[in-house]
């Protein structure tokens, strides 16, 4: 009885100390009144440190191996990178980059921690183009430094990797040379690393010229990518779960706030209906670990927000309820939202169980191949291992995930 009457106390003093819930920026006047409700936060308190990685990549036609062994793997990437001590958040970007005179000369996709997004714009890079020797790498690098949204965290480890089989156009006129965009990036507290696709002698020097002026790392791969790809007897069932868990998501929030989460679910509709087996299972995996849930839910989750006590259900105005929570009973409003929260407690606890068996039984198999040394996640691994300890960052020898 006296736990309940403290959880009650607990419940109405949640319920009483409240503050702005914030809307986007450009959608509500200062003066507009506050329509959310959210309990006070200690931002100090609150403050995790961040994962924030940039690929530049290479997209011309000879690339075509290591693309793909980019779509296949970022997920594993970015498990690895969320298995520090500290669980940090993972925010990704991509600048591909080609040639002037190609289809394009770089396309951005700017950090976020909403992988799915990222990923679903990966999905459609292809290997076309170049074929004539040096490559816009300057352009790419320019872009990485300048063109990202940078956290100013000094928790932060920010980091850029250059992949790519071609040496840097040095004969731009008007190009700014990557030994200054580096010098900035040093400035900024922005690391570099180059991954060297094939063995074309005249890459070899310039790439490890970027490290070093990066502070960072140079290896090299074979044209895939020496990436582990190795089918395991849990990916179908993980990648089903991971389905389940999309699934428990609601979003809320004025107009503007729910379009920006239908391009999110659709992107996450697409890896659905294109993404192998494999990719969804190693999603899955870093969905349901304790860094996934910034891209597994992102912001104006209804479920998350309620059962965090950041948001009341009974003060939301109709407007901002999902539609399918509109011509609900709040009694009934309520009752879903438990239904979807402990469904989504009970899918990602499942999740976690199999990713640890999907993990062990991976690193049998890649020991049992004699290791996975010059692999593109080994070296992911090892540059990362290195570098984010300056950033409080700490890896255990097993984190490196498949």
Same mark, same amino acid.
């Not at 909403?114 to 990222?118: C, R, T």
């Not at 990916?235 to 779960?241: H, I, T």
């Given at each position: 009885m006296k736990?309940?009457?403290?959880a009650a106390?607990?419940?109405?003093?949640?319920?009483?100390?409240v503050?702005l819930?914030?809307?986007?920026?450009?959608?509500v006047?200062?003066?507009?009144?506050?329509?959310?409700?959210t309990?006070?936060?200690?931002?100090?308190?609150?403050?995790?440190p961040?994962?924030e990685?940039?690929?530049?990549?290479?997209?011309?036609?000879?690339?075509?191996?290591?693309?793909?062994?980019?779509?296949?793997?970022?997920?594993?990437?970015?498990?690895?990178?969320?298995?520090?001590?500290?669980a940090?958040?993972v925010?990704?970007?991509?600048?591909?980059?080609?040639?002037r005179?190609?289809?394009?000369?770089?396309?951005?996709?700017?950090?976020s921690a909403?992988?799915?997004?990222?990923y679903?714009t990966?999905?459609d890079?292809r290997?076309?183009?170049?074929?004539?020797?040096?490559?816009?790498?300057?352009?790419?690098l320019?872009?990485?430094?300048?063109?990202m949204?940078?956290?100013q965290?000094?928790?932060t480890?920010?980091?850029?990797?250059?992949?790519?089989?071609?040496?840097p156009?040095?004969d731009?006129?008007?190009?700014?040379?990557?030994?200054?965009?580096?010098?900035?990036?040093?400035?900024r507290g922005?690391?570099?690393?180059? +991954? %060297?696709?094939g063995?074309? #002698?005249?890459?070899? =020097?310039?790439?490890?010229?970027i490290?070093q @002026? !990066?502070?960072?790392?140079?290896?090299?791969?074979?044209?895939?990518?020496?990436?582990v790809?190795?089918?395991?007897p849990f990916?179908?069932?993980?990648?089903?779960?991971s389905?389940?868990?999309?699934?428990?998501?609601?979003?809320?929030?004025?107009?503007e706030?729910k379009?920006?989460?239908?391009?999110?679910?659709?992107?996450?509709k697409?890896?659905?209906?294109?993404?192998?087996?494999a +990719? %969804?299972?190693?999603?899955? #995996?870093f969905?349901? =670990?304790?860094?996934?849930?910034?891209?597994? @839910? !992102?912001?104006?989750?209804l479920?998350d927000?309620?059962?965090?006590?950041?948001?009341d259900?009974?003060?939301?105005?109709?407007?901002?309820?999902?539609?399918?929570?509109?011509?609900?009973a709040?009694v009934?409003?309520?009752?879903?939202?438990?239904e979807?929260?402990?469904?989504?407690?009970?899918?990602?606890?499942?999740?976690?169980?199999?990713?640890?068996?999907?993990?062990?039984?991976?690193k049998?198999?890649?020991?049992a191949?004699?290791?996975?040394?010059?692999s593109l996640?080994?070296?992911?691994?090892?540059a990362?291992?290195?570098?984010?300890?300056?950033?409080?960052?700490s890896?255990?020898?097993?984190?490196?995930r498949?």
């Open positions: 736990s309940k009457l403290i106390a607990l419940f109405a003093a949640t319920t009483a100390t503050a819930f914030p809307y986007a920026r450009d959608t006047a200062a003066n507009s009144p506050p329509l959310f409700k309990p006070a936060v200690d931002v100090a308190a609150e403050a995790k961040k994962v990685v940039v690929f530049v990549l290479d997209t011309t036609g000879s690339m075509g191996g290591l693309i793909q062994a980019a779509k296949d793997k970022i997920w594993s990437i970015a498990s690895t990178m969320a298995s520090a001590n500290q940090p958040e925010r990704m970007g991509l600048v591909a980059y080609r040639d005179g190609d289809a394009y000369v770089t396309k951005v996709v700017d950090l909403d992988l799915d997004s990222m679903a990966l999905m890079f290997a076309r183009g170049g074929g004539d020797g040096p490559e816009s790498v300057n352009q790419g320019y872009d990485a430094v300048h063109h949204s940078w956290s965290d000094q928790h480890y920010r980091v850029v990797f250059l992949i790519g089989d071609a040496p156009h040095m731009y006129s008007n190009d700014v040379p990557y030994p200054q965009t580096l010098k900035v990036a040093a400035q922005i690391g570099g690393n180059t +991954i %060297q696709s063995n074309l #002698a005249g890459t070899l =020097s310039p790439w490890q010229n490290a @002026l !990066g502070h960072g790392s140079y290896f090299q791969v074979g044209n895939s990518g020496n990436a790809a190795i089918a395991t990916d179908e069932k993980m990648a089903s779960l389905r389940t868990l999309d699934a428990t998501r609601l979003y809320y929030g004025s107009e706030q379009a920006a989460k239908r391009v999110k679910t659709a992107a996450t697409k890896l659905h209906e294109k993404a192998s087996v +990719i %969804q299972a190693r999603r899955g #995996a969905n349901a =670990s304790a860094s996934g849930a910034a891209n597994l @839910l !992102g912001d104006n989750e479920v927000d309620i059962s965090s006590g950041r948001v259900l009974k003060a939301l105005p109709a407007s901002a309820l999902p539609e399918s929570f509109k011509a609900m709040p009934a409003q309520a009752a879903k939202v438990q979807l929260l402990t469904e989504r407690r009970e899918v990602r606890q499942r999740l976690v169980e199999m990713s640890k068996k999907r993990d062990a039984f991976l049998d198999k890649v020991q191949r004699g290791g996975a040394r010059d996640d080994r070296g992911l691994f090892d990362v291992r290195k570098q984010a300890g300056k950033a409080g960052l890896y255990e020898d097993d984190a490196l498949y």
